[in-house]
Nanobody, 122 residues
């Protein structure tokens, strides 16, 4: 089993910045992709940013130019640098990873973190 542990959420004023981190641990042969989703009560969980093992990235239109996703592959950690934050960015942010636990595993398994609250308010 793999686990994802997130950190870095909190309260920030509009226009401010936060950096989220998420580290994968446990039984991991390789990671296909890591990313971030966000969700508010009563709404679906939406993709914010994804990065593949090859380094390709995809962002939600609403965060392009403000958020940057990156990884430290050695430490199996994904980061989300969030700049120019807006009140509408307020949500619980979930880390996601597509993981191959063993060399024989296919397709990869989806794992989620516990979620971290980001609140953008003055």
């Amino acid at each position: 089993q793999a686990q994802l542990v997130e950190s870095g959420g909190g309260l920030v004023q509009p226009g401010g910045s936060l950096r989220l981190s998420c580290t994968a641990s446990g039984t991991i042969f390789s990671i296909g992709a890591m990313g971030w989703y966000r969700q508010n009560p009563g709404n679906p969980r939406d993709m914010v940013a994804i990065i593949t093992g090859a380094g390709s990235t995809n962002y939600a239109d609403s965060v392009k130019g403000r958020f940057t996703i990156s990884t430290d592959n050695v430490n199996k950690t994904v980061y989300l640098q969030m700049n120019s934050l807006r009140p509408e960015d307020t949500a619980v942010y979930y880390c996601y990873a597509s993981i191959y636990p063993t060399i024989a595993t296919y397709p990869p398994l989806d794992y989620w973190g516990q979620g971290t609250q980001v609140t953008v308010s003055s």
